[in-house]
């Protein structure tokens, strides 16, 4: 079922039960069985400069360490800004893989929702942090039709004290995002610096 995974809730549903009557069916009726059009596009890409923990979206994704229980970069500043509440809700969690995401209300932030995601520690580039930098968007993207947030806002997955070379971070962030199936209407990705901000404008 995980080809459906970025699909939104209710076609989703509607695809896995007619995979199931398929599978009930037979090989032989799958002829029969129209499957209904799935309208969808990528989000619109924008890119803002400033702090991530200000914006007013629905969602906000947080570079999170496997334990989501804070630490420094944006990590610190979204537990700060959210206030105690977010730690206390996070320590029910059972902490987070790399490459994988969990949500949380977004307590005292503006934004509704915030989106834990764990990126990969850059170790050269062989040791599959590419595909698990891209698993965070997806993941995350994923997160974010489940709780029904339609704008959400990235930092800069990796490229902080994790060393993910930038330009390489950002150029694998919107092919993510461009190529993932989602309900979610705009993406901002949100840069600290004039490097990261520089990084993003060439691809957009």
Known sequence: ??????????VRRVLVNMVR?????GASSVTS???PVVETQSPELN??????????VDAIVNAAN???LGGGGVDGAIHRAAGPELLEYCR?????ATGQAKVTPGFNLPARW????VGPVWRGGTSGEPELLASCYRESLARADEVGAETVAFPGISTGVYGYPIEAAAAIAVEAVRATLTDVTEVRFVAFNRATHDAYAELL
């Not at 079922?1 to 209710?10: A, C, R, S, T």
């Not at 009557?21 to 069916?25: I, N, Q």
């Not at 915030?114 to 995601?117: L, M």
């Open 66 to 68: 496997t334990s989501l």
């Open 47 to 56: 890119l803002f400069m400033g702090d991530i923990t200000e914006l007013d």
């Open 33 to 35: 069985i129209v499957l």
């Open 1 to 10: 079922m995980e080809v459906f995974g970025n699909i939104g809730g209710v």
């Open 21 to 25: 009557a398929v599978a009930r069916r």
């Open 114 to 117: 915030v989106i834990h995601t």
């Open 92 to 96: 029910t969690l059972g902490g987070c």
